[in-house]
């Protein structure tokens, strides 16, 4: 019997959007709400959002501040301010695309990514981590060789950054389980594998900044190695804050720190009950596995 492609099943797409946590689905709600706001042309998007260097630290307009009529400010002042109102970059540019397929393909590649980090990590350590470092520190990374080393002003903006950030994680996750792979009589690092989408992507895609999505790939494998965790909030801080404020009760498709460790319905049975309580003849019926979560 010839074997049978699989088959589209919209039933199986329509329950795994409805099952998407809640960061994953914010994230894509801004990519949408900052194309909507790319279709106008009273306000450049691209030109606001984007990680261009000329544009992020001292040396560029502080914008309506010091438009102000009677502001007048010292040098310095005007320098800080102007850093100020700037660094804003370091976090919107990964929300910014040039185009809607960009936005498309770039929601459409983040998605499992992301869902599946935040299903282990809890929404509101994914939330910190890239709104935080995982945005800034490819940012700075950036800027440090484009800027200071390369004396280039290319922009860099789109979802990639964090697909590439995401691959880097995986692959060191992947690399801890199966530390290669076989191609013939060839074994290959199994880390290498975003490296290897890099060039091809870079390779389709010729206008895609090879040296951000490198940047977004390195930080990914620092921090799958667990060299940023340092950069994350301790669970103690995350668990009284979802206790306060009641984020499990009030947000739907919350995922909490206990549930990513305990799965949604807690933790499953798994204690032997004694044999007085069975009865004579009866069988004991365990439960055998982990208490990984199994879905959000």
Request: charged residues 10%; glycine residues 8%; hydrophobic residues 45%.
């Amino acid at each position: 019997m010839a074997p049978t492609l699989p088959q589209f099943n919209p039933a199986r797409l329509r329950s795994y959007v409805f099952r998407l946590p809640l960061f994953t689905r914010v994230t894509l709600l801004f990519i949408f709400l900052f194309w909507l706001l790319e279709l106008q042309s009273a306000w450049d998007v691209l030109q606001w959002g984007g990680l261009v260097p000329q544009e992020v630290g001292f040396g560029t307009s502080a914008y309506f501040l010091l438009l102000l009529p009677g502001v007048k400010l010292k040098h310095y002042s005007r320098k800080l301010i102007t850093c100020i109102f700037t660094v804003y970059r370091l976090n919107t540019y990964p929300l910014i695309h040039i185009n809607f397929l960009d936005a498309l393909f770039g929601a459409i590649a983040v998605t499992p990514l992301m869902e599946r980090f935040e299903t282990e990590h809890g929404t509101l350590l994914t939330g910190a981590m890239f709104v935080g470092p995982l945005s800034t520190l490819p940012a700075a990374a950036y800027l440090l060789l484009e800027r200071g080393i390369f004396r280039g002003n290319a922009a860099v903006q789109g979802m990639s950054i964090w697909v590439f950030v995401l691959l880097g994680v995986e692959a060191m996750k992947a690399y801890r389980a199966n530390p290669y792979f076989s191609i013939s009589t060839y074994r290959i690092p199994t880390w290498t594998t975003p490296l290897v989408i890099l060039v091809f992507y870079t390779a389709l895609i010729p206008s895609a900044s090879f040296l951000g999505h490198l940047c977004s790939t390195s930080t990914g494998y620092i921090y799958g190695l667990g060299y940023l965790k340092i950069l994350a909030p301790p669970e103690k801080i995350l668990r009284w804050i979802e206790g306060k404020l009641n984020l499990l009760g009030r947000l739907p498709h919350y995922v909490s720190v206990d549930q990513k460790t305990f799965g949604r319905y807690g933790v499953l049975p798994s204690s032997v009950p004694s044999s007085a309580a069975l009865g004579e003849g009866s069988v004991a019926m365990i439960f055998l596995g982990s208490t990984q979560r199994l879905g959000p």
